[in-house]
């Protein structure tokens, strides 16, 4: 019987010595950046609510009284267009649905939303899906804001990725997008 667990036992050390090595030889992740200038127009029709997508990424939006009560409301869902977008410095464009799913407009000005980024390349062939969950601050009178965008999802070529993605401007005129995916 002790020779069995002395066994056991060299057996389990040997496994987890090879598991470390194997884990030390995992190559670092392979990430591609991202950027372009997104620019929004409100979505009265509040497309991310009829995305079939939606209820895979998103279903905490379509629950009542979820958080999709303030979604809907008018001004508070916008479409947006990528444009001079590259990813890894190859040119891309992208179209968004998005739609806030809380805000504080007293000082600071703060919201977050729930956000699809539609992805393809200059044929508009689909490249892919990225998901977001979105807060952000209004920097200013005008609109401006900064925004922290991170991928709860993908799907796509997109597959499995992980990022982050920050704005910072004026939405409604045109702002700068950058940021990194990487799996």
Request: aromatic share 10%; proline share 7%; with cysteine.
């Amino acid at each position: 019987m002790r020779k069995l667990v002395l066994n056991l036992s060299f057996g389990i050390l040997a496994a987890l010595a090879c598991t470390s090595y194997a884990l030390a030889a995992f190559p670092p992740p392979i990430c591609q950046k991202f950027e372009g200038t997104l620019t929004l127009s409100i979505d009265p029709a509040c497309q991310i609510l009829t995305r079939s997508d939606t209820r895979i990424y998103f279903p905490d939006l379509l629950l009542p009284n979820g958080l999709s009560q303030f979604l809907g409301v008018p001004g508070t869902c916008f479409t947006g267009t990528i444009t001079n977008g590259k990813l890894d410095n190859r040119p891309v464009t992208g179209t968004s649905y998005s739609g806030q799913t809380t805000h504080n407009l007293e000082s600071p000005a703060q919201f977050s939303a729930a956000t699809t980024l539609v992805l393809t390349n200059p044929n508009e062939s689909p490249i892919g899906n990225i998901y977001f969950r979105d807060a952000g601050l209004f920097t200013d009178a005008a609109g401006s804001v900064r925004e922290q965008l991170v991928v709860v999802g993908a799907n796509g070529l997109f597959w499995g990725v992980k990022g982050t993605v920050q704005i910072a401007g004026n939405e409604f005129i045109g702002a700068p997008v950058t940021g990194q995916f990487c799996r």
